[in-house]
């Protein structure tokens, strides 16, 4: 059977904790920042733990991490 491939995509975006949950950036920092608050600018830099309802479709695509 041949290798699995990871989803290039998906291993740019998330990383594998040590105890196997996934870590992401949060959305909405790009642009548009004048209209958002220093509050909100600030709590959009933290990384968060990734919801596990998508968390198990997200594993299926980092076959490998």
Not at 25 to 41: D, P, R, V, W
Not at 46 to 53: G, L, N, R
Request: net charge positive; charged share 35%.
């Amino acid at each position: 059977m041949p290798k699995m491939k990871t989803k290039r995509a998906a291993a740019k975006r998330f990383h594998v904790t040590g105890s196997g949950k996934l870590k992401r950036m949060k959305a909405f920092k790009s642009h548009i920042l004048t209209k958002k608050s220093a509050k909100t600018k600030r709590n959009l830099r933290k990384a968060t733990i990734t919801d596990p309802t998508n968390a198990k479709v997200m594993k299926k695509l980092l076959p490998y991490q």
